[in-house]
């Protein structure tokens, strides 16, 4: 493909940058003068002088022009450079979203990551229908909504960039009159004016509250919709399949959204039992709300009268039961049925404690369930179908019957979490009230297991109404009590798991069974019941190592055996991505979850049970982050098997889901790669994997010594971080319910995950996403001599694993730019220290640069995705003004110079810097 050809595909998108470009610049000069506007202007094309041009001496002008700002024309700067980068993130998704519409309206061939391209690839497979109904009998996909504060941007902001970007698309979609093309504009002025006056900054510390509304929001924006959407898009695709028409009929639900915000109680003590109600009470509010107003609208849309359509008698008796009864309505059944089960729709939501509308109905019998809801939508369904208007069922009714079968009356499963730690102090307190005479924190691991067993088999209990229990405890106690309420009144769907942060032991998890066998949740005897999904967290390298031992030590229980029985013999495992790369770098991270998925799945399947991965990624790739659909295609073989949960975290949740075009794209990806991990397998056929396995352990081992040999042996590294990175400053900073360390003290152990990829995403090193992959290839190459290169080669032409891991360390390489990178570490004070660490990470990324050439064949870094590197380059004169301003906020604010127009001036560039990265947190 030629540039001009591509150049011309872009030109749209250039227009609609300049376009916005030239409203945000007219904002500037009448809210902030001629003076400042031509101060930010001037900044602008010395940046893209240095940037576009190579001119080494525009980048010291850039330097000097920065210097002496007063604190108010350095705020101006920052938020006009912060838009400028939110305002190309709107036109580029636009643009994505257009090229995909002329792409398949031109008939073109279906695009990678789309259900009609999985489908082709199924069938030149030989995949058969039985074995596809199969899948989507037994599928479950559930992207999982988190709270990690690495998403700076307020929810007042983000709805006036979702009305920027409905007007900017609505000029490309329709062909606008002058007068509406004037409005459209004056729209878009208001709105960029709107976002010019409010503060992008939260001036309180964000509550859990705050974080369940916002991840709430999400829902109305897009998944309310367009999960029926995409679910009836697969059945389309599928009736229109001869050979696959027979799966669409009766397809079940498979999507399912999944949420933590309100319920992740691991180093959160603002998590309470009555927080994660106020959540679920919060969940049921909008899903109600939202179904009231699809009926309200369906209603308006079946006008039908049984004078001119044979109506089905079910559909007139639930009219006969409306309390609707004026002349105009009798002869319209639909009607009046819907204002039937709209009344009643309104008693559940009343029941369960929802702030509805507030409207007045007359009085009506709840519906016990969401099943029942849907079985009357079912019925005018088939009384529609019954007299020849199958295309008025098929349009908003059928959708909405797909909601409630997604979203039932308790829009998404919310799992709880906590520390290990926290179930083991609850458990010997459980034991010492219960009269044991126990002392269970110095038993050892089998004595534990062995007590545990006893306990859980035991009919009695170990409360009473006279027990005593330290605050700590009594929280936890309390939270699987309301765990069991909710059960009772809700649906046990609604708070389905408990996930085990910090598992590495079976005591671990006997220790959770315990507590939800006090709270009613597990019913002992011959035949037990289990309540709730008991998933262990493995996250460190040495719990990955470890995890398959555990999980076979526990499958060797009969008892839990048994336990199992009562959740369909699967069991659920996380993998923690974060602190796994933390602790032992990029690539020994992703090999070391690799070999533990190999193992589960071995194991597993000797026991005879199935299992459901639960992938913890972040949306950095030190954070398991990249492109969803070929990470999962990545996955080893068996690992998939139709289902599969990952978390959506930061800023990526806004990026991919707050649009509900490119939301509805982004969870096409995760069911076509989900169906093609599964039924595909390419992993299982891989040639040579035996020998790819152990090449890749001794470089993984590499790795692992060169990352620890920086990150923990190096004298000092501690320091350099906290000096060279703004880590300190996003502590502060109102982004996050959660505190940043789970201690406090200074170890890089116990800084949590995210704010350590998010700074050093803010300093352009990017350290976790690419550090320790270079030197580990010239100590390969230097054992095996040529044939290494051979070897890494071969490996990358036919190892998913492998293309994807080197796919996302090319897109981390080219966001690394370590000439700002070295003005951050000059920041360090000891200047020994600076030269030593940063010259370390230098030279990593000469080595690693170097690798990823010689091993992909590229001759500069995003080659195989010009898209990308496109927005990279456009976008790096914008984003160089914001990261020179921090290091200059950053030294003033750490000498002494404490206003808050510097710290709000710093914050501000943290901002602009992660909406220019897009995936840093």
């Not at 046990?492 to 079976?506: E, F, G, Q, R, Y």
Request: glycine letters at 6%.
């Amino acid at each position: 493909m030629s540039t001009s050809t591509n150049t011309d595909k872009d030109l749209p998108l250039r227009e609609d940058i300049r376009f916005l470009g030239r409203i945000l610049g007219d904002t500037l000069r009448s809210q902030e003068g001629e003076t400042i506007f031509q101060l930010i202007e001037g900044i602008r094309q010395t940046a893209i002088r240095y940037r576009r041009g190579g001119d080494e001496s525009a980048r010291s002008q850039l330097e000097h022009s920065l210097d002496g700002l007063s604190a108010e024309d350095t705020i101006a700067v920052v938020r006009a450079f912060s838009y400028f980068s939110h305002l190309c993130n709107i036109a580029e998704d636009l643009h994505h979203n257009r090229r995909r519409m002329a792409y398949s309206q031109a008939g073109a061939p279906p695009r990678e990551g789309s259900v009609a391209l999985a489908l082709q690839r199924l069938k030149r497979a030989g995949v058969t229908a039985s074995t596809l109904r199969e899948f989507f009998e037994r599928a479950v996909i559930s992207p999982v909504l988190t709270a990690h504060p690495t998403e700076v941007q307020r929810k007042s902001v983000l709805d006036c960039h979702l009305l920027i970007a409905n007007r900017l698309e609505e000029r490309t979609r329709i062909v606008l009159t002058p007068e509406e093309r004037e409005a459209n504009e004056a729209t878009l002025r208001r709105a960029v004016l709107t976002l010019w006056q409010t503060n992008e900054l939260r001036t309180f510390k964000l509550r859990v509250h705050d974080e369940i509304e916002n991840g709430l929001s999400y829902y109305r924006y897009t998944f309310l919709r367009e999960v029926p959407r995409l679910e009836s898009q697969v059945a389309e695709a599928l009736e229109k399949d001869p050979e696959y028409a027979e799966v669409a009929k009766g397809l079940p639900s498979f999507l399912r959204m999944g949420s933590w915000i309100g319920g992740d109680r691991d180093g959160n003590p603002f998590v309470t039992a009555e927080v994660t109600q106020h959540a679920l009470r919060r969940h049921s509010a909008v899903v109600m709300e939202f179904y009231l107003t699809q009926l309200m609208t369906v209603r308006g849309e079946l006008s039908l009268s049984f004078r001119l359509v044979q109506v089905s008698p079910a559909v007139m008796a639930l009219a006969d039961l409306s309390p609707e009864r004026t002349d105009s309505r009798l002869e319209e059944p639909y009607r009046r049925a819907l204002t039937h089960i709209h009344a009643r729709l309104y008693q559940s939501a009343l029941r369960l404690g929802c702030c509805t509308q507030g409207i007045e109905v007359d009085e009506a019998e709840a519906y016990d369930s969401a099943s029942e809801f849907a079985a009357d939508l079912e019925l005018l369904k088939a009384s529609l179908y019954g007299h020849g208007s199958g295309l008025l069922a098929e349009g908003r009714l059928s959708l909405l019957i797909r909601a409630v079968s997604s979203f039932g009356f308790y829009l998404a499963p919310l799992d709880l979490r906590q520390h290990s730690e926290f179930h083991a102090q609850t458990v010997a307190e459980l034991l010492s009230q219960g009269g044991t005479g126990v002392e269970y924190l110095k038993l050892a691991e089998e004595e534990r297991v062995a007590l545990l067993v006893r306990e859980l088999e035991s009919p009695r209990l170990l409360r009473s109404h006279v027990s005593c229990f330290s605050e700590m405890v009594q929280k936890e106690l309390d939270t699987f009590d309301m765990a069991r309420e909710i059960h009772r009144t809700l649906d046990p769907a609604a708070l389905p798991n408990t996930i085990i942060s910090k598992t590495d032991s079976v005591s671990d998890l006997l220790e959770v069974a315990l507590i939800l066998k006090e709270a009613g949740l597990l019913l002992p005897g011959e035949i037990p019941h289990l309540g709730m999904n008991i998933i262990p967290l493995f996250e460190t390298i040495s719990d990955l190592r470890g995890c398959g031992a555990i999980m076979e030590k526990l499958f060797s229980l009969p008892l839990y055996q048994r336990l199992l029985d009562s959740r369909h013999r699967t069991q659920e495992v996380m993998l923690g991505y974060s602190d796994s790369n933390k602790d032992g770098g990029f690539l020994t991270a992703n090999w070391e979850l690799y070999k533990a998925e190999k193992t589960l799945v071995e194991v597993f399947a000797r026991h005879g049970i199935e299992m459901r991965l639960f992938h913890g990624r972040g949306g950095s790739v030190g954070r398991g982050g990249g492109p969803s659909y070929y990470g999962i295609l990545a996955q080893p073989a068996g690992s998939v098997n139709a289902q599969i949960r990952l978390t959506e975290q930061g800023e990526v949740i806004a990026s991919k889901y707050s649009d509900p075009g490119i939301g509805r794209r982004n969870l096409e990806t995760l069911v076509a790669a989900t169906m093609e991990a599964t039924l595909l397998d390419r992993d299982r056929d891989l040639h040579g994997r035996e020998q790819f396995y152990e090449l890749m352990e001794e470089l993984s081992a590499y790795a692992f010594d060169r990352y620890r040999s920086l990150v923990y042996e190096t004298p000092g590294f501690e320091q350099f971080f906290r000096e060279a990175t703004p880590v300190s400053e996003i502590a502060e900073l109102n982004i996050g319910s959660r505190p940043a360390s789970r201690r406090q003290t200074q170890k890089i152990e116990d800084l949590r995950a995210i704010p350590w990829v998010f700074s050093w995403a803010q300093s352009r090193m990017i350290l976790p996403g690419w550090y320790g992959f270079g030197g580990a290839v010239a100590r390969f190459c230097e054992a095996h001599g040529e044939e290494g290169w051979v070897y890494l080669r071969r490996m990358y032409q036919t190892w998913p694993f492998l293309q994807a891991l080197l796919s996302n360390m090319d897109m981390v390489l080219a966001k690394t730019d370590l000439v700002i990178a070295e003005r951050y570490a000059r920041l360090v004070t000891d200047d020994t220290l600076r030269e030593t660490v940063f010259d370390e990470i230098r030279r990593e990324f000469e080595l690693t640069s170097h690798a990823l050439r010689e091993i992909t064949g590229q001759r500069e870094l995003l080659q195989g995705n010009p898209t990308l590197a496109r927005s990279i380059r456009e976008r790096r004169p914008y984003m160089d003004p914001l990261n020179h301003l921090q290091v200059d906020l950053l030294r003033s604010f750490r000498a002494g110079e404490e206003g808050e127009a510097v710290k709000r001036a710093i914050y501000l560039t943290i901002n602009g810097v992660a909406a220019g990265l897009r995936n840093s947190g």
